[in-house]
T-cell receptor, first 109, second 114 residues
């Protein structure tokens, strides 16, 4: 069945280092969204990508949607302690919505 | 805050019982979706309602059912509770049936089945 996997599962970085999480789908997606969930909190929408090869930036965050619309990445430049949380990708295909397995980011001050 | 409210925040039920969880959507939103999030895992899509009709469903058994009301609030019903149903249940509201636009999540209901 449909799967959306993310790697790595966990990532520890020193404050100021960069961070990247990768999202891979077993099937082509119509679009992909990224969410951030803080410990004990609920997912918060970050961005949506729709077009093949699309790249969007939000300050220190760069989001990319693959040419085949089966993979995506989130890159954070110069991490800060406020970036701590779990980052999920979520893809839409047909009438289904699949969240990825998530990448938990820890930022060491 | 997202304007999406869920009740109750916490609930303990016994295996075999039935439970109803409620979600009040953000004003102006006509789509609501429900998710089950087990500890340490990503949210799993249960189903989505658009203008009171179910228009998407994940891989959950029929004992998971839902309703969306004319005011776009929603209920998730789970019958014959099993221990594995223990999880955080999240609802999210948005606009549009097929565009899958930004979803605004509520704080969730933590269900424990004993």
């Amino acid at each position: 069945g449909q799967q959306v996997m993310q790697i790595p599962q966990y990532q520890h970085v020193q404050e100021g280092e960069d961070f990247t999480t990768y999202c891979n789908s077993s099937t082509t997606l119509s679009n992909i969204q990224w969410y951030k969930q803080r410990p004990g909190g609920h997912p918060v929408f970050l961005i949506q990508l729709v077009k093949s090869g699309e790249v969007k930036k939000q300050k220190r965050l760069t989001f990319q949607f693959g040419e085949a619309k089966k993979n995506s990445s989130l890159h954070i430049t110069a991490t800060q302690t406020t970036d701590v949380g779990t980052y999920f990708c979520a893809g839409h295909t047909g009438n289904q919505f699949y969240f990825g397995t998530g990448t938990s980011l820890t930022v060491i001050p | 805050e997202t304007g999406v409210t869920q009740s109750p925040t916490h609930l303990i039920k016994t295996r075999g019982q039935q439970v109803t969880l409620r979600c009040s959507s953000q004003s102006g939103h006509n789509t609501v979706s429900w998710y089950q999030q087990a500890l340490g895992q990503g949210p799993q899509f249960i189903f989505q309602y658009y203008r009171e009709e179910e228009n998407g469903r994940g891989n959950f058994p029929p004992r998971f059912s839902g309703l969306q009301f004319p005011n776009y609030s929603s209920e998730l019903n789970v019958n014959a509770l099993e221990l594995d149903d223990s999880a955080l249940y999240l609802c999210a509201s948005g606009t549009g049936a097929s565009e899958w636009t930004e979803a605004f999540f509520g704080q969730g209901t933590r269900l424990t089945v004993v």
